[in-house]
């Protein structure tokens, strides 16, 4: 990659290879009258130009998702529109041709005719008896209702000194890989090979099975290079499977590539959860209950697990904290928008956001230290593994421990010290903190399956060490990476356990062709799951070699141990067989143990026994200008626990990646529509990634907590960084800002934002607290406040 | 069609093209470079930085006929396997990429930067990499590659 030698799928090239391109609904919601092809598939060097009613598919795009007991209302969805579209970038036609550019003109000249229906947006008023439906089938915009809890709300508010509400926005963001999704479909002579920027290739097989009827060994999916993923590419997209069908039927391969505008209205978006949260405490700072009731803004039509994704939020309610009594209620809503789903953290930094912004908001009411706060209520350490109030169970933590290894990074009475003498010369710098935890390492098939979570699908990974004649190592992985460097870490694990040098070991992934059906990449499981898999295959095949070398030895098998490289006889190292030369009595078996088949491999179906439940502590420091609610991150100091760190220097990547993702979230990014469902944000002028210019350094350390869960005691980091810091970059504007009475703001916290928080809140008049619902924070009770598909003001975009 | 004349990496190439094709794809698709990457439509993220005529430029954002008669570099011609560019060296020793896509328009536009200012600051680096977006790494160590790159080629001419 460095040498521009990567091998991303717009890179391929095959021969008499065409190029579709996508027409797109221009309405939120309206009916189909008419779609005129004539001028298109007359356009030089149009092959075809089609239609759902060309397309002849045995089976929908698939969801899922059917939990045992609730009611999920599911839309059947299929590639190309049939007779209405129900949001903006909603594919309704594809051309495809021989040029690239002359493929876009001729798609211009597909003229559709609508006939506009009322329009969804705000999934608030979409609640509300009497509004325009978004699917007139269902009765209703409320895609389901899901709940998870424990205790008794009832004694947790009667226990309570103080009982604070908030209502706290997680908006809408989209993924935004830098590299957009692609695919090269070559479906010629009855099978299917099709290049993929997926994250989890055997899934996307087993689909495209079912839609074309034919059986899985005729299909082959390789994710090649893949420019990163953050949950976008795990979904099954209505695009790869018009490429593969136009393929068949025009028996020429077909390419298609998404512009960053397509990117931005027809790949998934994530979070928007609008958080309606309970929280209730005694003075001295002990929480007796918190609640939340989320509405869930999930666009018009699923994909892979669109309303699946709040439960994660609910599965971690609790966060660091001993609280008695919860309970999460997700309200899924329907409205005329592209779907939400998984994006890096799916669910997890919504919790986070939302618990540990009340916890600074509670310790503020209680004039409590937030810190101290946080430390009353800590899971301790010696309860792990501990099981919290809505009965899932903590794998091991050390939540004190994280937090006392920050606070030797940051000294918390300077800082103080010196935002007040900085105050006073009109800088407004505050801190904020996130102690997160996070679960991950997805996922023990018998607690996630059809009969418990409802997931369809098993969540274990598939791994094959494969000795070669001469000692070579390959090892196969289900697992899909697209830039954790799962190759090096994976390469460690084998090679430590079989006696090779990892740069002796091959990682192959992505390939359904080349190995057993794994799961992919994606909920930090490569290295729990994945990883785990790897090392039990590595330590069969040890196995293996050790009774071959035991018998070539003429030693018993528990007297021979793998040390140094060698196989040899406890005591007498000198007298030991390399890997090589194992493999070479293995592959030419004249003298092998009795009963014992030649060749050296071994494969492995690894499915853990729990989620695995990372932690850790973050602190952000930012300046606030008052006068144009610019917000400076100053310093960002991070200390996070994923177990035994196996690379750290790819466990800090992933910690400053996620860090950036989620200050983006915080800062500067928002997908927005308005109110004819028209996607203002459509393009990275509006949608504002951070650049380099944007964020600082960071300072990252550890603690090592490991996970009894797996033999390598790990528990993933990939999204880590982003479900800390939304939350650490909220609290510290609002400390930056509590002097000029402002005490709430929801994210994005653009300038407008900040400007209008400090100009609404006014002067501060003793110490009267100001109206948190001016800010956009308050809970009446009945789910009205400010519209919730965006923030108050129309004209703000994403951010400088 | 118009016809352009350009040297790439080097390589002189004569070619019949549309006016409206942008260079990116050019050298994408008609020169098979594919080290240089389309990764959005307004010109704001910057994974098609190449250089032109000794500066970089957002190769989506120039026609193919507005490089006739000029000298592009693009990744593939900094640098290769056994003979790596001190940017290259650097961005592998320091974990500067992860996915790799954005790579080759971060180095190309830390090669501009380098080539006019020896010796940055840290600041001086981020502002520099401002219109190079990437989404995997944070930044942190890409910066750190771009000074450890001016840090190893200090003092050696350009």
């Not at chain 1, 001729?106 to 999934?123: G, H, I, K, R, S």
């Not at chain 1, 993929?196 to 290079?225: C, V, W, Y």
């Not at chain 2, 080290?35 to 193919?64: E, Q, R």
């Amino acid at each position: 990659m460095i040498t521009g030698r990567g091998r991303y799928v717009d890179d391929l090239v095959l021969s008499g290879m065409l190029y579709m391109a996508v027409v797109r609904s221009t309405e939120a919601h309206a009916k189909i009258v008419s779609i005129d092809t004539e001028g298109a598939k007359t356009a030089t060097g149009v092959h075809g130009v089609f239609t759902s009613e060309d397309l002849d598919l045995e089976a929908p795009l698939p969801m899922v998702w059917i939990p045992p007991g609730v009611e999920v209302k599911t839309p059947e969805t299929w590639p190309l529109a049939k007779g209405v579209v129900k949001y903006v970038g909603q594919p309704v036609a594809v051309v495809v041709g021989a040029d690239k550019y002359g493929v876009v003109d001729a798609a211009e000249q597909v003229v559709v005719e609508y006939d506009p229906l009322t329009v969804v947006v705000d999934p608030e008023e979409a609640l509300k008896d009497g509004s325009p439906l978004v699917h007139e089938e269902f009765g209703t915009n409320q895609t389901h209702e899901w709940t998870i809890g424990g205790g008794d709300m009832d004694a947790a508010w009667a226990d309570a000194d103080v009982v604070m509400e908030r209502r706290i926005v997680n908006h809408r963001v989209a993924g935004a890989p830098i590299e957009p999704r692609a695919c090269v479909a070559d479906f010629r002579a009855g099978a299917l090979t099709l290049h993929l920027t997926s994250q989890n290739p055997h899934l996307i097989r087993l689909f495209m099975s079912g839609e074309f009827g034919i059986s899985e060994d005729k299909i082959r999916i390789i994710a090649p290079d893949v420019g990163g993923g953050f949950g976008v590419k795990i979904m099954h997209y209505p695009e790869e499977v018009i490429a593969a069908w136009a393929s068949r039927k025009l028996n020429r391969p077909v390419k298609w590539t998404e512009t960053r505008s397509e990117n931005l209205t027809s790949t998934i978006h994530g979070r928007d959860q609008i958080d309606y949260v309970k929280v209730g405490a005694k003075r001295d700072g002990t929480i007796t209950g918190l609640e939340c009731t989320a509405i869930c803004d999930l666009g018009a039509y699923y994909t892979l697990l669109t309303p699946f994704i709040p439960c994660f939020t609910g599965f971690v309610i609790s966060g660091c904290y001993k609280i008695p009594n919860l309970k999460y209620t997700a309200r899924g809503v329907f409205t005329n928008k592209m779907a939400t789903d998984a994006t890096r953290g799916a669910g997890r930094p919504e919790a986070t956001h939302l618990i540990e912004v009340m916890v600074e908001q509670l310790a503020a009411e209680l004039g409590m230290d937030s810190l101290e706060l946080r430390r009353k209520n800590f899971i301790p350490k010696e309860d792990f593994p501990a099981e919290v109030a809505i009965g899932v169970v903590y794998d091991s933590g050390d939540y004190h421990g994280s937090l006392d290894k920050l606070l030797t990074h940051v000294d918390v009475d300077a800082f103080r010290r010196e935002q007040e003498e900085l105050r006073g010369r009109g800088i407004y710098r505050g801190i904020g903190f996130s102690t997160w935890m996070e679960i991950c390492g997805l996922a023990p098939s018998r607690v996630v399956g059809p009969s418990g979570v409802g997931l369809q699908a098993g969540f274990y990974e598939s791994s094959i060490v494969r000795i070669h004649a001469s000692g070579a190592v390959t090892a196969y992985t289900g697992t899909a990476p697209h830039g954790q460097g799962h190759d090096t870490a994976f390469a460690q694990i084998v090679a430590d356990r079989v006696g090779a040098t990892p740069d002796q070991v091959d990682v192959m992934h992505g390939d359904t062709g080349t190995g057993p059906f794994g799961l992919g990449t994606y909920g930090s499981r490569a290295l729990a799951v994945g990883g785990e898999s790897l090392a039990q295959s590595a330590l069969k095949v040890a196995d293996k070699a050790k009774r071959i070398a035991a018998h070539l030895l003429e030693a018993a098998p528990e007297d021979v141990e793998l040390s140094d490289g060698k196989y040899s006889v406890k005591g007498s190292p000198d007298k030991g067989m390399t890997l090589a030369e194992v493999a070479g009595a293995a592959y030419v078996p004249e003298n092998l143990p009795e009963g014992m088949e030649p060749g050296l491999e071994e494969t492995t179906f690894y499915d853990p026994t729990n989620f695995t439940w990372p932690f850790g502590a973050h602190a952000c420091i930012v300046d606030v200008d008052a006068e144009t609610g610019k917000v400076d991150v100053v310093r960002y100091v991070s200390v996070d626990d994923c177990g035994p760190a196996i690379n750290p220097m790819l466990i800090d990547g992933q910690i400053h990646g996620g860090v950036v993702h989620g200050i983006g979230q915080a800062l500067y990014e928002r997908i927005h529509y308005d109110e004819d469902g028209q996607l203002v944000t459509g393009t990275f002028v509006d949608y504002a990634l951070p650049s380099a210019a944007d964020v600082p350094s960071f300072e990252t350390d550890r603690t090592e907590t490991p996970s009894p869960v797996n033999s390598l005691g790990v528990k993933g980091v990939g999204e880590a960084g982003t479900i800390a810091a939304s939350a650490a970059i909220t609290n510290a504007v609002i400390d930056a800002l509590r002097p000029l009475g402002v005490t709430y703001i929801d994210m994005p916290l653009s300038p407008q934002r900040i400007w209008s928080a400090i100009n609404e809140a006014g002067p501060v008049v003793g110490d009267v607290p100001h109206d948190p619902g001016k800010q956009g924070g308050e809970w009446n009770g009945h789910g009205s406040g400010s519209a919730g598909s965006g923030p108050t003001a129309p004209s703000e975009g994403g951010g400088a | 069609m118009a016809r352009v004349s350009m040297t790439v990496n080097g390589v002189q190439y004569d070619q019949d093209v549309e006016p409206r094709l942008l260079l990116v794809h050019f050298l994408r698709d008609t020169l098979g470079l594919t080290g240089t990457h389309v990764g959005c439509d307004t010109s704001n993220c910057g994974a098609c930085t190449v250089h032109l005529d000794g500066d970089a430029v957002k190769s989506c954002t120039v026609l193919a006929v507005q490089a006739d008669g000029s000298e592009v570099t693009t990744i593939e011609g900094i640098g290769s396997e056994g003979d790596l560019h001190p940017l290259q060296e650097a961005f592998w020793k320091n974990h500067g990429l992860q996915c790799g896509y954005c790579t080759p328009g971060m180095i190309m536009a830390g090669a501009d930067l380098l080539a006019k200012n020896a010796a940055p600051s840290e600041e001086e680096v981020r502002e520099a990499l401002a219109g190079n977006l990437c989404r995997c790494t944070g930044y942190h160590n890409i910066v750190k590659a771009v000074l450890d790159a001016a840090e190893t080629t200090k003092g050696v001419p350009a």
